[in-house]
């Protein structure tokens, strides 16, 4: 067995210092003109697109996340493209976090994790972001296959969409649905558990709801987290953190993820020259970084 | 805009005189020799699959259901299998629901659904499985590109794999958590709403629960089932149509999936030539298909 996901992963966020982690979100209406005629070659250009990103991401963050329906929307060239971005990103010395949101039983479940965290034709993916709704049955193949290879599994339990609260909030004897979720993983957390004492069992922790971060806290002590909406979708750095605790290094236990402000920075949509486009992303990287080790810093 | 989703439904299932909708789960060790080496190409071999079933599955049923988890186990060249596939079935007249279980937020909704429900490079499908967990804003794309298109949603209710229950029945305020799903849908079923008076925002309804199918009808007098686990996940004819109502020509509402029972009988895991592979699934579907139409003529 290799080296448990939680370890790796911490240790590399330690490494870094800051616990940044680079979305990339193909938009076709905002993915720069320098990178070529999406239209006429998607593939390469979302390979192009995505791999310049690793280039300057894999200097501020540990991880990368893959937002693997805006790949779809370009068909099987975009999966594809998706998939080589992944390699390209392990090679790179990056961890993958594919935000695939897959969820189904049995047999199709097992098919989805060997499609997201096998050996190719799988993504070969780090960690992958499931779906709870089906029942803990759907979880199972994800988490078997991560812990024989090593690897994580990041299910939805408080998201940070507007209307997360829909059914995530609904009342169940006091608590609400996603605390219940939150509580009933605890067998799972503790499966994945490495020696540095976090899980691979993340949990997605909405940063919008920065008082609900520091309930899942206490309902999932180990569970490192995957904090979405941090940035371009309103949560301060500090918000973005509220979920993590005291470590060796400062507040840890998770990863911040940021994708349109790191990657589609006002001055990278500008740019002429990849020269330049690459100092733009370069540049807001290195602010996103340092707001959030500062955050972690407190 | 074209003619709406349901009515193209049940207009089809009538046509039929039988709700059997055929899944193709391409399960990596039952695909007969006969259709070549899954392994050395298994593009090829998923495509003559599952174009094989459509070629007999036409006669018999008005719906086909990809199960989309078990194409992307092999990776992009899956992936590709199965939208071209959809594109088959379709062209043999049959309704493709795709069975892909997406559910995320936002612009990442927006792709999914393009990804599904679009046209090329988008699978083109006619109706897309859909999980509610993160929110109603999750479902908002999707069902603006159905209304748009004439197109169906599928959305996850009430499942029926054995872990359905863990967090589907949490009680909220004396009534499960699928139960309120099914109440806050009512405005978007009433968005999909057809001439024919049904919904083509669609319930996925386990036919392992004939009671909750009874109380799930109560609460979407008007969406159409998509019923699961009928055959060989041990649910009767009689409990797959339990949430079915009267219509002109018996009980209706919606469609009941086989997939195992009618694709991999055991004649045609034993078939030696491609026509008693036929004949077996021909026998099959014909069989399941007269024991669904008697549970709808009682």
Redesign the interface.
């Known amino acids: 067995m290799s080296a448990a996901f939680a370890d790796r992963l911490i240790e590399a966020v330690r490494a870094k210092a800051t616990p940044l982690c680079a979305g990339v979100?193909p938009?076709a209406d905002k993915i720069p003109a320098l990178f070529g005629d999406l239209r006429a070659d998607?593939a390469a250009v979302l390979l192009k697109f995505g791999t310049s990103i690793v280039d300057v991401a894999a200097k501020h963050a540990a991880v990368l996340k893959p937002?693997l329906?805006?790949?779809?929307?370009?068909?099987?060239?975009?999966?594809?493209a998706a998939?080589m971005l992944c390699e390209y990103a392990v090679s790179a010395g990056m961890i993958v976090i594919l935000?695939a949101?897959?969820?189904?039983?049995?047999?199709?479940?097992?098919?989805?994790a060997?499609?997201t965290l096998?050996a190719?034709?799988?993504f070969n993916a780090d960690c992958v972001t499931v779906?709870?709704?089906?029942?803990?049955?759907?979880l199972a193949p994800f988490i078997a296959l991560a812990k024989q290879s090593g690897k994580g599994v990041a299910v939805?339990v408080r998201?940070?969409?507007?209307?997360?609260?829909?059914?995530?909030d609904?009342?169940?004897?006091g608590a609400p649905?996603w605390r219940?979720?939150a509580e009933?993983l605890a067998p799972e957390v503790a499966e994945l558990t490495g020696a540095s004492g976090w899980s691979g069992l993340m949990a997605v922790a909405g940063a919008t709801y920065p008082e609900e971060a520091r309930t899942l806290r206490e309902a999932m002590p180990r569970a490192l987290f995957l904090v979405p909406g941090y940035g371009a979708q309103g949560a301060s750095a500090a918000d973005a953190v509220a979920g993590f605790i005291a470590g060796p290094q400062g507040l840890e236990g998770g990863v911040v993820n940021s994708s349109r402000g790191i990657t589609y920075p006002q001055a990278a949509q500008e740019a002429r020259t990849m020269s330049d486009w690459r100092a733009a992303i370069d540049a807001a990287m290195t602010a996103a970084a340092s707001e959030l080790r500062a955050a972690c810093a407190r």
């Open positions: 979100d938009f998607p937002q329906g805006l790949f779809e929307q370009f068909g099987e060239m975009g999966y594809a998939r935000d949101k897959r969820g189904d039983i049995g047999t199709t479940a097992e098919g989805y060997r499609a096998g190719k034709p799988g779906n709870p709704y089906m029942g803990k049955d759907t939805l998201t940070s969409n507007p209307g997360a609260g829909d059914f995530q609904l009342q169940v004897g649905v219940r979720v009933m």
